[in-house]
C-alpha cells in the first residue's frame, strides 16, 4: 500500500502556525493580547451610571462652600472675584481630570480594577523612575493626612456655623445671651453619641432628606440676596493684593472636591465616560464653577463688607423664613458633621489597629472617635472664626491635595515616555505646583496672623 505524499501547506496552515507562536509568546494565553479593562473587573456594586455619579459629584461639591463664596468675594472684589473663580474653577478641574486619568492608566497597566486617591500617589512612584520610588510611602501618607485634616477642618466650619446659628436664634427668640463658645461646647451634646455610630447606612435615610434641605437653603440664600441688592458701584470691584490669598484659600475650600472623585469613579459601570467632552466631571465642574461665582457675586453685592463666613448667617433677623433657613443650614451641619468625621477616623484606625489586640478593637474604636470630637470641638471654642479655618484648611490641605499631588503624579507616572525636561506638561505642571505651594505659604502666613488677632 503507498503512503500518501504530503500536501505543501497551504497559506491558511501558515497562518494558524503563526499565530498559535504569538499566543506561546504571550504565555499560550489568549487574554494576554486583550487589552485589560478594568471596568470589567469591578464588582457588580460598581454599577452606578453616568448620571448618578454625576448627581453623587454635585451633591459632593455643594457642600458648606458653596455659602462661603460671598466671604472670597469679599476678600477679591467683584470682578477679580467672578474672574478667579472661573480660572480657580479651571485649574481644580484640570487638576482632577489629571489624577483620574493616571489612575486609569496605572489600573490598565497594573490590571487593577480600580484605584483610590492614596493608593494612585502610591503605586505611581513605586512604578516611576528609580530614584523617586523610595518615596512612595511618603506619597500615600501625604495623601491619606492631607485628606484627613481637611475632613477635621470642615468638621471644625461645622461646629462654628451651627453655634453662630444657633446663637442668633437664640438672641432674637430671647433665649439665653452666651458667647459662640459656649453654642460650641454645647455641640458636644448632640456629636458625641452621633459620632459613635459606626454604620453610615444607618445615616444615609438623613442624608437623602438633608440634601433637599440644604438645597432649601441655598435658594432661601439666594432670595433674600436678590431682594433688594445695591448697585455694583458701591462695592469693592477689586481689592488690594493682600486679600488674593485669603480668596484662593476660601475658594479652593469651597470648590474643591477631589477627595470624593475617585471613590465615585471607582464606582462607575462605565468610568470611560467621567472625562472626556463633555463628560461627568467638565458637567460637574462647569455647574459648580457658574453656580459658586454667582452666589459669591450676589451676596458680596447684597452684604458688602459684612458678609460672614456662611451666607445664612447674613440673613435678616426677624424673619421666620431666614430663621427656618438658618435652622435647617445648622441640623444639615450636623449630619454632615456625622458623614465627614468617617473620613479621618479610617485614616486613623487603619494605622493603629494591628497593634491594638482584637478584643479592645470596640473601645478602641469609640476612644479614637471621641478624642476627635474633642479636638474638633475644642479648636472651634478656642478659635470660633469661619473664615480662619476655611483659609487654613483651603491654604495648607487643599493647595497640597487638590493640587500639588495631583500635578506630581502626573509628572512622575509620564516621566520618561512622553514628558522630559523640554516637555510642556512638565513645565505646565511645575507652575501648578510653584502656585500651590505659593497659595499655601501665603494663606497659611495670613490665617495664622488672623487667627493670632482673634484670640
Not at 461639591?61 to 473663580?85: D, E, H, Q, R, Y
Not at 493647595?399 to 502626573?410: N, Q
Request: with cysteine; aromatic share 10%; proline share 5%.
Amino acid at each position: 500500500m503507498e503512503k500518501e505524499k504530503p500536501t505543501a501547506p497551504t497559506i491558511r496552515d501558515v497562518a494558524d502556525a503563526y499565530s498559535s507562536k504569538v499566543e506561546l509568546a504571550y504565555n499560550g494565553s489568549r487574554e494576554d493580547l486583550d487589552p485589560y479593562v478594568p471596568a470589567d473587573h469591578r464588582p457588580l456594586s460598581s454599577s452606578t451610571s453616568s448620571f448618578g455619579a454625576l448627581a453623587h459629584l454635585l451633591k459632593a461639591s455643594l457642600g458648606s462652600g458653596v455659602l462661603a463664596m460671598p466671604l472670597a468675594f469679599k476678600n477679591a472684589g467683584l470682578i477679580v472675584g467672578s474672574v478667579g473663580t472661573i480660572i480657580i474653577g479651571f485649574i481644580c478641574a484640570h487638576v482632577i481630570h489629571v489624577l483620574v486619568k493616571t489612575s486609569q492608566q496605572l489600573c490598565v497597566e497594573l490590571k487593577k480594577p480600580c484605584l483610590g486617591y492614596a493608593d494612585t500617589c502610591d503605586l505611581v512612584f513605586q512604578n516611576g523612575p528609580k530614584p523617586v520610588r523610595k518615596y512612595a510611602p511618603f506619597a500615600r501618607e501625604l495623601a491619606d493626612w492631607a485628606l484627613a485634616l481637611t475632613h477635621l477642618g470642615a468638621c471644625c466650619v461645622y461646629i462654628v456655623v451651627v453655634a453662630e446659628s444657633f446663637k442668633q436664634i437664640s438672641d432674637v427668640y430671647g433665649g439665653p445671651t452666651w458667647s459662640v463658645k459656649i453654642y460650641c461646647a454645647l455641640t458636644l451634646v448632640v456629636l458625641v453619641p452621633l459620632t459613635q455610630i459606626t454604620k453610615l447606612k444607618y445615616l444615609v435615610p438623613f442624608s437623602a432628606i438633608a440634601n433637599f434641605v440644604w438645597l432649601g437653603s441655598i435658594c432661601i440664600s439666594i432670595y433674600y440676596c436678590l431682594r433688594d441688592p445695591p448697585k455694583a458701584s458701591e462695592r469693592n470691584l477689586a481689592t488690594s493684593i493682600t486679600g488674593v490669598p485669603t480668596f484662593i484659600s476660601t475658594c479652593l475650600f469651597a470648590m474643591e472636591g477631589i477627595g470624593v472623585v475617585m471613590p465615585i469613579e471607582n464606582e462607575m459601570s462605565k468610568p470611560g465616560q467621567f472625562l472626556g467632552c463633555p463628560g461627568v466631571l467638565n458637567i460637574a465642574m462647569s455647574a459648580v464653577v457658574l453656580l459658586y461665582g454667582f452666589v459669591g457675586f450676589a451676596g458680596y453685592l447684597s452684604y458688602g463688607e459684612e458678609v460672614k463666613g456662611s451666607l445664612t448667617l447674613n440673613l435678616p433677623q426677624d424673619e421666620i423664613l431666614a430663621q427656618t433657613a438658618k435652622i435647617l443650614v445648622a441640623c444639615v451641619m450636623i449630619l454632615s458633621y456625622a458623614l465627614v468625621y468617617y473620613v479621618p477616623v479610617d485614616v486613623v484606625w487603619r494605622r493603629v489597629q494591628d497593634k491594638i489586640p482584637a478584643r479592645f478593637h470596640r473601645w478602641s474604636v469609640a476612644g479614637i472617635r471621641l478624642a476627635g470630637v474633642l479636638l474638633t470641638v475644642g479648636f472651634a471654642t478656642a478659635v470660633p472664626r469661619i473664615e480662619l479655618f476655611m483659609e487654613l484648611v483651603g491654604a495648607v490641605c487643599l493647595s497640597v491635595m487638590g493640587l500639588l499631588l495631583p500635578s506630581v503624579v502626573e509628572t512622575v507616572w509620564r516621566w520618561g515616555k512622553d514628558v522630559g525636561p523640554s516637555s510642556w506638561v512638565f513645565w505646565k505642571n511645575a507652575a501648578i505646583s510653584l502656585f500651590s505651594l505659593v497659595a499655601m505659604v501665603s494663606g497659611v502666613a495670613y490665617s495664622i496672623i488672623s487667627m493670632l488677632d482673634s484670640l
